[in-house]
């Protein structure tokens, strides 16, 4: 079993910054792969960025440039930097955890919201 802390989110203007962190605890074996979903209403879910334990990282085209995914694989954490934030990025975003030998965790999901 692993679990998943998610934090950071909120509201912003657009054109601003935020940050999103998620720890994972628990059963965790390498290699794995962390990284982020977002669901905005009425839309499908679609990944955001993720990061490999082993440092491969990718990212959905429309965040390309504004958003950096980082992990930490002593602290099992994941961060997601979100700069120059657009309306468009509004979303509740959720933190997952992959690995081979487990399913999929999910966090709670946090809300971003990019307004004025």
């Known amino acids: 079993q692993v679990q998943l802390v998610e934090s950071g989110g909120g509201l912003v203007q657009p054109g601003g910054s935020l940050r999103l962190s998620c720890a994972a605890s628990?059963?965790?074996?390498?290699?794995?792969?962390m990284g982020w979903h977002r669901q905005a209403p009425g839309k499908q879910r679609e990944l955001v960025a993720a990061?490999?334990?082993?440092?491969?990282?990718n990212y959905a085209d429309s965040v390309k440039g504004r958003f950096t995914i980082s992990g930490d694989n002593a602290k099992n954490t994941v961060n997601l930097q979100m700069n120059s934030l657009q309306p468009e990025d509004t979303a509740v975003y959720s933190c997952?955890?992959?690995?081979?030998?487990?399913?999929?965790?999910w966090g709670q999901g946090t809300q971003v919201t990019v307004s004025s």
């Open positions: 997952y955890f992959w690995t081979l030998s487990s399913p999929t965790t």
């Open positions: 628990g059963s965790i074996s390498l290699p794995y792969t």
């Open positions: 990061i490999t334990s082993g440092g491969r990282i």
